[in-house]
């Protein structure tokens, strides 16, 4: 018996609608990370982009445990002495809640060329509404 490997044009690619109210940040984004890279499809292939699109809705209302909110921060360098900036989980909730979903998610994909194909796959939103509803976008009960 031989192994399948997908090819990439064998690949039918679906959309999926997640809805980010009241789920727990890590939780969600292994979810995400499985739909994009296509680990919840039998015709997974780890060097081939096999996954899906993803599409997230109420970003800005996502639950995160413990002391998170005020403690967990993001860290952004310029590579200039003394630009370090260090910013609250509270803080980018207000000014870039897709951010979270992104951040988190993008930690869960390989370092390599494909993740920053799949991470392309990925729309965040802050609020309810979304511009793809012309793609028929599949619940995704996570």
Request: proline share 5%; hydrophobic share 35%.
């Amino acid at each position: 018996m031989k192994s399948f490997l997908a090819k990439t044009d064998d690949t039918e690619k679906k959309w999926y609608l997640v809805d980010a109210e009241e789920q727990i940040l890590g939780r969600l984004a292994v979810k995400i990370a499985n739909i994009l890279r296509g680990r919840n499809k039998p015709t997974y292939t780890p060097h081939i982009d096999t996954g899906d699109f993803v599409v997230v809705i109420n970003a800005e209302k996502v639950a995160v445990s413990g002391n998170k909110e005020e403690q967990k921060d993001y860290m952004f360098y310029t590579g200039y002495f003394g630009n370090e900036k260090h910013r609250k989980l509270k803080d980018m909730r207000k000014n870039k809640p897709a951010f979270i979903i992104e951040n988190a998610v993008k930690g869960m994909l390989p370092r390599n060329r494909l993740s920053r194909q799949m991470l392309k796959k990925l729309k965040i939103y802050a609020g309810p509404n979304h511009p793809h509803d012309a793609q028929q976008p599949i619940i995704f009960e996570a």
